[in-house]
């Protein structure tokens, strides 16, 4: 409200709030929102979700039969996992069914010498606790930061020259494993042998504005 108005045919955007009905597993919130993206509109509410959940915007065909006039917005959350990841405990959300799945879904791969606990058929479920060890060869792990991408789209509503943020975003994490060679204890060389992302990173989306 506080910005001057430094030229001709300068553009002010109104962006009217309408009723959303947030859906997250049992629980239902009513808002109201003008936010574009889905994500944005349950950060808007308050509400709490992760990087992994997927949150679409489900169309209402039906008034009557569906009960609302709202857009509604579902949460499908991932599931917690805790990972013991070569003695790193970390906890990392999936939408994996099995133990098995888990490893294709974050690009875990065995090596000689490694071993999973439990086994890769058992279901995974809130909390579940897996192993991953390795034996014989010395293992260092780093925790480091994904950096928070950035997604720039075209608005024809925003003046040219400005921008605006739609979704906020945020940086993820990784581990890296590294297989460790000495000689008389003193370290020679580092083979990375395992990339882990434990938090997805949630892109931040920039409209950059077209009208002239």
Same mark, same amino acid.
């Given at each position: 409200?506080?910005? =001057?108005?430094?030229?001709?045919?300068? #553009?002010?955007?109104?962006?009217?709030?309408? =009723?959303?009905?947030?859906?997250?597993?049992?629980?239902?919130?009513? *808002?109201?929102?003008?936010?574009?993206?889905?994500?944005?509109? /349950?950060?808007?509410?308050?509400?709490?979700?992760?990087?992994?959940?997927?949150?679409?915007?489900?169309? /209402? *065909?039906?008034?009557?039969?569906?009960?609302?006039?709202?857009?509604?917005?579902?949460?499908?959350?991932?599931?917690?996992?805790?990972?013991?990841?070569?003695?790193?405990?970390?906890?990392?959300?999936? #939408?994996?069914?099995? /133990?098995?799945?888990?490893?294709?879904?974050?690009?875990?791969?065995?090596? &000689?010498?490694?071993?999973?606990?439990? @086994?890769?058929?058992?279901?995974?479920? =809130?909390?579940?606790?897996?192993?991953?060890?390795?034996?014989?060869? &010395?293992?260092?792990?780093?925790?480091?930061?994904?950096?928070? =991408?950035?997604?720039?789209?075209?608005?024809?509503?925003?003046?040219?020259?400005? @921008?605006?943020?739609?979704?906020?975003?945020?940086?993820?994490?990784?581990?890296?494993?590294?297989?460790?060679?000495?000689?008389?204890?003193?370290?020679?060389?580092?083979?990375?042998?395992?990339?882990?992302?434990?938090?997805?990173?949630?892109?931040?989306?920039?409209?950059?504005?077209?009208? /002239?």
């Amino acid at each position: 409200q506080t910005t =001057p108005i430094t030229q001709d045919n300068f #553009h002010i955007n109104v962006y009217r709030a309408v =009723p959303v009905e947030i859906i997250d597993g049992g629980q239902t919130t009513l *808002t109201f929102s003008a936010d574009t993206t889905p994500r944005a509109v /349950v950060q808007q509410a308050g509400l709490t979700v992760y990087p992994e959940d997927n949150v679409s915007v489900a169309s /209402v *065909t039906n008034f009557a039969s569906q009960q609302t006039v709202s857009k509604q917005v579902i949460i499908d959350p991932a599931t917690p996992v805790n990972l013991n990841l070569y003695g790193v405990q970390t906890v990392i959300r999936t #939408h994996a069914k099995t /133990v098995a799945d888990l490893l294709v879904d974050k690009g875990i791969k065995l090596g &000689q010498g490694d071993s999973i606990e439990p @086994s890769l058929a058992t279901p995974l479920t =809130p909390n579940t606790q897996v192993f991953l060890l390795h034996q014989g060869t &010395q293992i260092q792990t780093v925790t480091q930061t994904i950096p928070t =991408p950035i997604q720039t789209i075209q608005d024809n509503s925003l003046t040219f020259g400005t @921008s605006a943020v739609r979704q906020q975003g945020s940086p993820g994490q990784e581990i890296l494993t590294y297989q460790v060679n000495t000689v008389n204890g003193v370290t020679v060389s580092q083979t990375l042998i395992q990339t882990v992302v434990t938090i997805s990173p949630v892109p931040q989306i920039v409209a950059q504005g077209q009208a /002239v």
